[in-house]
């Protein structure tokens, strides 16, 4: 009975959280905690202090990108690739934002991205719904699969110790969330009817109004490119590198267990190796550091860009509910434990299911991966296996609330991207689906082959 009383009050939280957006599901987690503390008498666990750090170290490094004008580079970058080949902008549309994400380790730089494949699709007479549905779906997947995402670093600091480390998870996220978005693309190559045949489309032609605005902004706006914007490309791709090489490479960290004294801690492990999750911190606000020195931009921009403050507030989301759900999970482990062992040692699936289920309602593959792979290495799943079933973690399509999804229905003109009248019927559903268990398949077969 307690235990169902806990689980009420664990998804109430989380549910009243992603309603408010923002920090809400910060917040709400820590009402939570505060009500197992005090009227269940839960100890606390530890804070995910590792994944709050790398988010707040990654998204400063990207918001110093922007503030640097680099950003704006990569979007210029893009917008030529798809301009150029307009009748491929299905394909190239979610490969771009795919290729850019995993660069910039943030789905934020989409939002750039978005309004020129629906211009292109647009202009071309292409049915957008296409292009934009898979295009946001691919940017999900590309955070499960860039060495710079909150959510690639939740799963390196879950499976520290185990052998497993940023190469094994690159060398299966990549290729199974690549394989998993060419499904999606083949899947909505025709979906719905050509423009010139749909029928909402057809009335609004109707409206001269809607006809000019369809047609406007013909002429390419000239972008003007900031001094630094080169430079801070260069740092931050270098600092990627660094951060693949050091992690595919860990014999290259730091080692002090010789030195006298030596004692191990939240930096350096017991056999007294430099973790890479500090690692990456350390890369990554030197790569800040480094752009406001050389790619003439200052520490005020970096704090004012819009990417800073949306790191911030996932900081906040994943430090409230992640550290509410890691105390419920420690506190029935037990009990969770005997309920879920026998189950998903004969269909370990369902845990694929039930990280797909928690994104949902989380609307983050760090919280999530940070919330629930412990439980799955508890369970007796091994590491190569939730390597393999990770990009199960990008089912915050699912309820179409998520800003990406919000952001594209927004630039499609033509009214084919949107949310149904049962809600759940949106543009995103079945192509997120879709490419969410090719990649999830994929990342089996490759985990089989390949680790």
């Known amino acids: 009975m307690y235990l169902a009383t806990q689980l009420v009050i664990l998804l109430a939280c989380i549910f009243i959280g992603a309603r408010m957006s923002g920090i809400g599901l910060g917040v709400m987690g820590m009402i939570g905690l505060l009500i197992f503390i005090f009227a269940f008498g839960m100890k606390p666990s530890d804070p995910p202090l590792e994944v709050m750090l790398i988010i707040l170290s990654v998204v400063t ?110 060398m299966v996220a990549i290729p199974s969330t690549l394989i998993g978005v060419m499904v ?48 801070s490309v260069v740092i931050f791709a270098l600092a990627i590198a660094a951060v693949v090489l050091l992690g595919s490479f860990p014999d290259l960290l730091p080692e002090f267990s ?72 420690d506190h029935n482990f037990e009990v969770i434990k005997n309920t879920l062992g026998e189950v998903v040692a004969a269909y370990p699936w369902l845990f694929a299911v039930a990280l797909f289920l928690l994104s949902m309602l989380l609307y983050s593959q760090a919280s999530t991966t940070k919330a629930l792979m412990p439980l799955g290495l508890s369970l007796g799943l091994s590491p190569a296996y939730l390597i393999g079933i990770f990009p199960a973690c990008n089912g915050h399509f699912f309820i179409p609330g998520y800003p990406t999804l919000l952001t594209a229905i927004q630039f499609d003109r033509t009214g084919t991207t949107r949310i149904g009248k049962y809600v759940l019927n949106h543009s995103f559903m079945l192509p997120g689906i879709v490419t969410t268990i090719a990649s999830v398949l994929a990342g089996l077969l490759l985990q089989s082959v390949l680790l």
């Open 258 to 329: 010789g030195k006298e004294g030596f004692t191990p801690g939240f930096a350096v492990n017991a056999a007294g190796r430099l973790q890479m999750p500090s690692m990456i911190m350390m890369i990554m606000l030197s790569a800040t550091g480094l752009i406001i020195l050389f790619a003439d931009t200052t520490a005020a921009k970096v704090t004012k860009a819009s990417l800073f403050a949306s790191g911030g507030q996932a900081t906040i989301a994943v430090f409230g509910v992640v550290w509410m759900s890691s105390t419920f999970m």
């Open 61 to 170: 490094s990207a918001a110093a990108l922007q503030a640097a004008g680099g950003m704006d580079y990569l979007v210029d970058i893009a917008g030529k690739i798809l301009r150029k080949h307009p009748g491929q902008i299905t394909l190239l549309g979610p490969l771009v934002t795919y290729a850019f994400v995993l660069f910039a380790g943030t789905a934020h730089i989409s939002y750039s991205i978005l309004p020129i494949i629906a211009e292109v699709a647009i202009k071309n007479r292409i049915r957008p719904e296409r292009a934009l549905s898979m295009s946001v779906t691919a940017s999900h997947m590309a955070i499960t699969a860039s060495p710079v995402s909150a959510a690639a670093a939740a799963l390196l600091s879950v499976l520290s110790g185990t052998g497993a480390g940023l190469a094994q998870i690159l």
């Open 184 to 231: 999606g693309i083949l899947f909505v190559w025709k979906r719905g009817k050509e423009l010139s045949e749909d029928p909402e489309f057809l009335e609004r032609m109707k409206d001269p109004a809607f006809v000019k605005n369809l047609e406007g902004n013909v002429e390419k706006t000239t972008t003007t490119l900031a001094p630094g914007a080169i430079k």
